[in-house]
C-alpha cells in the first residue's frame, strides 16, 4: 500500500498519510511470541493512516515488563507532541495500551480521547476458559509457548498486577474503549470480560466479536477508524479526514 511516509525515531516508527487531519494514533502492535512478525510498517498502522488522515505512531517496546510499558509510555508522549491521541493495540500491545491508560489515569496525566483493543492479552494468569477451547481449533496457537513467553514477560511481577493484566484493575475513568474479538479466538474471554468490568465502571464500551480471525482481519481497520471518527465528531478528538 502506498501514499504514506514513514520516519523511524527511538520509540517507533511514525507512518504519515498523504493529507494528515490532525488526530495521531498510538498503535502498539501484537507481540511476535503472540502473532506473526509485524511488518517494518505494520499493515493495520499503513491502512488506519489512509482510512483515516491520522498520523500513527507505531509503538516499539522491549519484551519484558515494566520495559515495555515504559516503552509504549513514551510513543504516547511522542503522539502528544504531534496531536491529540487516541490509541490502539493488538493482542500483548492491547493489554500494553491499556495498562498505559490505568498508569496515566493513577498519576492523573492527560487521557487519549479513545481506544481501541484487537484480540487484546488482558489476562496474563491465563485462566480464560477460551484459551483451552479455543486454542484447540487454532494450530498456530502454541498454549504452551505462549505460557512460556508469559512467564518471561511478567519477569518477577505478579501477573495479576494490574499493569501486567489490566483486566484487574480498577477501570474507573478510562476513555471510551472498543474491543474487537474473533469468536474462536483463544483469547476471547479477555474482551468479553474486560467489556462487562469496564461497563460496570462505568466506561464508554463498544464490544464486536467477528466469526472468525478473517472477519476479523478484514473489519479491525474500518472498526477502529469509525470508533475514531465517531469520538472525534463528539468532540474528544479533531474531525478526521481519509477515504
Given at each position: 500500500m502506498t501514499g504514506v511516509r514513514t520516519e523511524a525515531t527511538a520509540a517507533g516508527l511514525i507512518v504519515r498519510p498523504p493529507d494528515p487531519a490532525g488526530t495521531v494514533v498510538l498503535y502498539a502492535p501484537g507481540d511476535r511470541y503472540l502473532a506473526a512478525d509485524p511488518e517494518p510498517v505494520p499493515d493495520t498502522a499503513r491502512r488506519l493512516a489512509l482510512q483515516t488522515g491520522a498520523t500513527v505512531v507505531c509503538a516499539r517496546y522491549r519484551q519484558v515488563f515494566p520495559a515495555a510499558l515504559d516503552d509504549v509510555e513514551a510513543a504516547y508522549d511522542l503522539g502528544r507532541s504531534l496531536g491529540p491521541v487516541a490509541v490502539?493495540?493488538?493482542?500483548?500491545?492491547?493489554?500494553?495500551?491499556?495498562?498505559?491508560?490505568?498508569?496515566?489515569?493513577?498519576?492523573?496525566?492527560?487521557?487519549?480521547?479513545?481506544?481501541t483493543l484487537v484480540s487484546g492479552l488482558l489476562d496474563l494468569t491465563l485462566g480464560a476458559s477460551s484459551l483451552l477451547f479455543n486454542a484447540a481449533g487454532d494450530p498456530a496457537f502454541d498454549l504452551g509457548a505462549v505460557r512460556a513467553r508469559v512467564a518471561a514477560y511478567a519477569g518477577g511481577a505478579a501477573k495479576d498486577d494490574p499493569l501486567v493484566s489490566p483486566l484487574f484493575g480498577n477501570l474507573h475513568g478510562l476513555p471510551p474503549i472498543q474491543l474487537l474479538a474473533a469468536g474462536n479466538d483463544p483469547l476471547l474471554d479477555d474482551s468479553l470480560a474486560f467489556a462487562a468490568r469496564a461497563a460496570r465502571s462505568g466506561v464508554h464500551v463498544d464490544l464486536r466479536v467477528r466469526s472468525d480471525a478473517a472477519a476479523l482481519h478484514r473489519d479491525t481497520v474500518p472498526a477502529m477508524a469509525a470508533f475514531v471518527a465517531d469520538w472525534a465528531a463528539a468532540g474528544l478528538l479533531p474531525p478526521l479526514t481519509g477515504s
Open positions: 490502539a493495540g493488538e493482542r500483548l500491545g492491547a493489554g500494553l495500551v491499556t495498562a498505559l491508560l490505568l498508569r496515566l489515569r493513577d498519576r492523573g496525566a492527560a487521557l487519549p480521547g479513545c481506544g
